[in-house]
């Protein structure tokens, strides 16, 4: 079983819809958690930081994080074709290993 | 700012060959610097990280190495590709010094690697 599990998609949306990604993980040591965006052909570019249970809002989109159930969530509102890309979740123990573990990414596609 | 620059952006390489990849940063001074692979469809894995000059923790073993030879420039080496090695290589940082978990780390651009 993989530590952190990730749907790939792809996810295909009209545009103004509402988009929630999604990501599981089996290590209760993960303390803080990351989204980045990736377009294709590009570097990671960081999205969302939080590192405590509940909801942290920044313009259109939400990350939300369960620790009790090991779930972590990002909402897109009001989706635009630009937000095509592929979403990928990381995380990482407040002590240990300096590596994020990432998800494999979710694929979202925006229809204009 | 910080700035981090890959090159080149993408290489196209015969198996056997050697392999250097260069990786800078700029506006910061004695980052956490990091080399992942991701390949197709997957998510990034840890080849290296260090935390200072000449101080390299490898995650993986594997055909490639790592140095740090100044304060902002990490270069990924190899002395002979595999077909094994192909794939995209990030580097990234995060702010050095910082106790536990609060290192976000920031992505370079890439290099897409392809053996041949």
């Known amino acids: 079983q993989k530590e952190v599990e990730q749907d790939p998609g792809p996810l295909s949306v009209p545009e103004g819809a509402i988009v929630s990604l999604n990501c599981t993980y089996s290590n209760s040591a993960f303390q803080y958690f990351m989204w980045y965006r990736q377009y294709s052909r590009k570097g990671p570019e960081l999205l969302m930081y939080?590192?405590?249970?509940g909801n942290k809002e920044d313009g259109r989109f939400t990350a939300q994080v369960d620790k009790s159930s090991k779930y972590i969530s990002l909402f897109i509102r009001d989706s635009q074709p630009s937000d095509s890309a592929t979403y990928l979740c990381a995380m990482r123990s407040y002590t240990g290993r300096r590596a994020l573990t990432f998800g494999s990414g979710t694929r979202l596609q925006v229809q204009p | 700012s910080q700035t981090i620059h890959q090159w080149p952006a993408t290489l196209v390489q015969p198996v056997g060959s050697p392999l250097s990849l260069e990786c800078t940063v700029e506006g910061t001074s004695n980052p956490n610097l990091y080399w992942y692979r991701q390949a197709a469809g997957r998510g990034l894995q840890l080849l290296f990280y260090?935390?200072?000059?000449?101080?390299i923790s490898s995650e993986v073993p594997q055909n490639l190495s790592a140095s740090r030879p100044q304060d902002r420039q990490f270069i990924l080496s190899s002395k002979k590709l595999l077909l094994s090695d192909s794939g995209f290589y990030l580097c990234a940082w995060s702010i050095g010094g910082l106790a536990g978990g609060q290192e976000t780390q920031y992505f370079g651009p890439g290099t897409r690697l392809l053996v041949l």
């Open positions: 260090s935390v200072g000059i000449g101080q």
């Open positions: 939080t590192y405590s249970s």
